[in-house]
C-alpha cells in the first residue's frame, strides 16, 4: 500500500478554502504558506503534492542565475 503523502491535509485546506471562496487564491494565502511550511520539512522527491512548490523554486533559481549575466 502506497505511503500517504505527508503534506495531503494542507492541500486538502487549500482545495477546501478555494471552494469555499470563489477560487480567489488572495483569501487563502494563510493556508498555501502552510503547505510551503509542509514541504519544506520534507526532502525533495518526498512529497507528490510539493512537487510543484519545487519546480518554482527551480525556475526562480534558473531565472536568477540568469539575470546575473544581463
Do not use: H, W
Amino acid at each position: 500500500m502506497p505511503q500517504k503523502d505527508p503534506c495531503q491535509k494542507q492541500a486538502c485546506e487549500i482545495q477546501k478554502c478555494l471552494q469555499a471562496n470563489n477560487y480567489m487564491e488572495s483569501k487563502c494565502q494563510a493556508v498555501i504558506r502552510e503547505l510551503r511550511k509542509c514541504c519544506a520539512r520534507y526532502p525533495k522527491g518526498r512529497s507528490l503534492i510539493c512537487s510543484g512548490f519545487e519546480k518554482e523554486e527551480e525556475e526562480k533559481l534558473t531565472l536568477k542565475s540568469t539575470l546575473k549575466f544581463c
